[in-house]
């Protein structure tokens, strides 16, 4: 069938670094493919994309809810708070996903070829990848939030703590 295949078109395929942020300017963000590149390993990015996507509906909905929208556009705020959420709820499993990608996928190419007798033992020890899309994107959500709540409650602790050391001491 090779011999007989008169030509072939191949088609990239890369698996890239995890990136730091996933926002830009607090008002753009990356989401599936274009925000985590995992070179088609365990045939997962369609269910990623769609988690990326639900996770994103959830902060949207959270802080702008639908009601809101007769009220025009959503704040400057109100965007950056929306983005931070759904990065929280998200990035911590792909980079995890990345870096399984990156040990057992990316770190074999070029390795030796295997025998196979050690080809049989890595498919009957391979990971069982079922974690990578039944991430339970709600129960990150939840955690994100708790996550943002205690970083804007330490901010306003430490803004109010500077205001009272920049206060003049009162005479008693
Ligand atoms: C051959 C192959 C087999 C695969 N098999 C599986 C599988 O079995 N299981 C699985 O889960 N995943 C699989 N995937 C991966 C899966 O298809 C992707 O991970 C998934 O589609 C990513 O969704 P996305 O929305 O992030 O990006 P995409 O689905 O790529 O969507 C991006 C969209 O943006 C559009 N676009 C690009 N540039 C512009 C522009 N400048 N302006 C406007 N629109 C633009 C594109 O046309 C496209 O419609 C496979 C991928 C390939 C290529």
Known sequence: MLEATPSTRLFPNFAGDALKTWVFHNRVTLVGDAAHTHGGAFAAGGSLAIDDAYALSLALNHVWPAWKAQDGK???????????????????????????????????????????????????????????????????????????????????????????????????
């Open 74 to 172: 959503p704040s400057s705020q109100d965007l950056a708070t929306i983005l931070s959420i759904y990065e929280k709820t998200r990035q911590p499993h792909i980079n995890r996903v990345l870096s399984v990608v990156k040990q057992q996928v990316v770190g074999r190419r070029g390795a030796e070829e295997e025998t196979d007798a050690e080809l049989v033992a890595r498919i009957v020890n391979r990971m069982d990848p079922s974690w990578i899309s039944e991430h339970d994107v709600e129960g990150s959500f939840v955690a994100a939030l708790t996550e943002r709540e205690e970083e804007v409650a330490l901010t306003n602790a430490k803004v109010v703590e500077r205001k009272i050391k920049q206060m003049p001491q009162a005479n008693l």
